[in-house]
């Protein structure tokens, strides 16, 4: 019988909870799954046969480098989405060379939020170096940086870099001379009047910036 109660107590529980989640009164994560990078080296991906590893890691623990990956079709762009990741423990560098696939950077991290720069990449713990067919380096979700540098070359297309608050994504780790730029457009749209001025693409606003 008080088995019988427990039970019934969980299920109680259960359902409270997930009206709760549904009415979004607090914010319930989904199921975690932890990926360990190996080595300690970094998760190298150069080709779309190495996506598979990151898919459904929603934390990743250690770096990630995108070293000259391409995306030629529209599969490959499908096989490169990480909707699951929304935290790397580690650094992220993007060194991505689009082929004829992306113009935006937004579709492959949509949910990532923090990257804490626990490891440093020569000092960074984003750079973003791309060839020249990339228009935006969306990653709509980021709010948070923790340690580290940030670092955004060689796309004389790309803009958007300079409508991020990187003092908000940075907080007290934010530094003007730790956002680096290079051989970036200087003629670069301004953001959707809706954004308050900051957005990562003519599309997404920068999120932290929407909430005063
Ligand atoms: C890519 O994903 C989209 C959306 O899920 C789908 O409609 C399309 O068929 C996929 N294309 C390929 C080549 O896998």
Known sequence: MARMKFITVD????????????IGLVDCQLPSKVCYEPSGEGLIMKVIADAPILKGC????GSIFFA????????HVNASIFPDLREITG??????VAGKYPTSLGFMFPNLRVIRGNQFFYG??????????????????LTKIE??????????IMCYYNTIKWSSVMGSSYAPDRIITKTLPTNCPTCPAK?????????????SMLID
């Open 11 to 22: 299920i109680m529980m259960l359902l409270s909870l997930g009206l709760i989640c549904s």
């Open 58 to 61: 929603t934390v990743y623990v």
């Open 68 to 75: 000259n990956y391409r995306m030629h079709t529209q599969a």
């Open 91 to 96: 650094s992220l560098v993007m060194g991505l």
């Open 124 to 141: 960074f713990t984003l750079l973003l170096y791309f060839d020249q067919q990339l228009l935006d380096m969306s990653l709509p979700s």
């Open 147 to 156: 340690r580290g540098k940030v670092r955004i070359q060689n796309n004389k």
């Open 195 to 207: 954004c308050n001025g900051y957005c990562w693409n003519a599309q997404k606003c920068q999120i």
